[in-house]
């Protein structure tokens, strides 16, 4: 098969005419990859290599950490800084950016979920890293270390799935493509060159425990989902659900689907449960560049123009025709023209605000 002899390392290479700093981005790259070898090694060892289970800390997110989480964490740290490309990393795990006092001209801002859903780690469900790359902007007009842009933005984003396969996927604005961790050569192979996400589906992910936390829209299309072929859809739908957004989105490029975690009224005053920057928006931009859509039900993503490092968001993405009906449902609520759309779920519709 001719992608066989296409590793991730000769990819960049041959693409590299595509971006505005060849040398330092491919150099920046294998530091990503390399981390991710180590991750994934240290995550395929697992009880044996005792990295599982809980530390008694906590991250900026409130949530328990485990020792994967940290080792991840301080792995991709280290990957990224030793080169000194990088003015200024933005980790989950951290509260605060942490910047290269070697080198603080390095021409790269990184965002990154150093283990995606990691509370499936100690029961051996795919977990992910997730990184997204922009030009370094220095904020000159306040005293924030860096300017933050729309997803749009982006010149890279990707992950590494730590799966039944390793697997590297990853965009530079030409396409999203997929590469396989081959354990006799230690290289990742290109195995899926442009992905295509299928338009149309009979699959969607969400969290159902939370139903009764959802805004109308999201409802109606999730009832319209259940009901199947003898309701609104005329055609059966599954679901999937993995805890793991790097393994629900994979999934998703993979043979299609949608993939909802929508801000709901289970904690009105939060945005979302994802984050924008390291978990949106390098999943918008790997779906965009897919055929895909990706948006929050109101904005495309890879618009919104980021207010804070760890801000949560709203995320709808997949197959666009779903993606698409997802919107069309929040603007007909929004105009109070789903009138024909009659639910018990909706006797406290006034709960529901605008900018749910
Ligand atoms: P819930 C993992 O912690 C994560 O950030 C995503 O990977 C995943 O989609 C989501 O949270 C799962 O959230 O509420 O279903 O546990």
């Not at 080792?71 to 795990?93: P, T």
């Not at 300017?147 to 990853?170: C, H, K, N, W």
């Not at 030409?174 to 899926?192: A, E, P, R």
Request: glycine share 8%.
């Amino acid at each position: 098969m001719e992608t066989e002899k296409i590793d991730l390392s000769n990819f960049l290479l041959k693409n590299s005419t595509s971006y505005e700093d060849p040398k330092s981005f491919v150099e920046l790259m294998m530091g990503i990859i390399d981390a991710s070898n180590l991750i994934s090694t240290l995550i395929s060892n697992g009880e044996i290599g005792g990295v599982l289970g809980n530390l008694p800390t906590t991250n900026i997110q409130g949530e328990t950490q485990k020792k994967l989480d940290v080792l991840s964490n301080d792995i991709f740290i280290e990957a990224l800084l030793k080169n000194n490309l990088v003015s200024c990393l933005i980790s989950e795990e951290n509260e605060n950016p942490i910047t290269n006092e070697y080198n603080p001209s390095g021409p790269y801002t990184v965002f990154f979920d150093p283990l995606d859903g990691s509370s499936n780690i100690d029961v051996n469900v795919s977990v992910g890293s997730i990184f997204s790359i922009f030009k370094y902007k220095k904020n000159s007009d306040s005293n924030d270390i860096v300017t933050l842009d729309p997803g749009r933005e982006q010149i890279a984003a990707g992950y590494a799935l730590y799966g039944p396969s390793t697997m590297f996927v990853l965009s530079t604005g030409k396409g999203t493509h997929g590469f396989t961790f081959n354990s006799d050569s230690k290289k990742f192979i290109l195995t899926h060159p442009n992905i295509t996400v299928p338009i149309e589906t009979h699959e969607f992910s969400i969290n159902t425990s939370n139903e009764r936390f959802w805004n109308p829209p999201i409802s109606r299309y999730i009832k319209e989902c259940n009901d199947g072929e003898i309701g609104e859809r005329d055609k059966n739908f599954n679901m999937r659900w993995t805890g793991s957004m790097v393994a629900d989105v994979h999934r998703i490029l993979m043979r299609g689907g949608i993939f909802m975690y929508p801000k709901d009224s289970k904690v009105p005053e939060k945005a979302g449960r994802l984050r924008l920057m390291y978990e949106a928006n390098p999943m918008a931009f790997l779906m965009e560049q897919a055929r895909g859509a990706a948006s929050t039900g109101r904005e495309k993503l890879l618009d919104i123009i980021p207010e804070c490092f760890h801000q949560r968001i709203s995320v709808i993405m997949g197959s666009k025709e779903e993606v698409d009906r997802v919107i069309r449902y929040y603007a007909e609520h929004d105009d109070g023209k789903d009138f024909e759309y009659k639910s018990p779920l909706f006797k406290e519709r006034s709960l529901f605000q605008k900018s749910d």
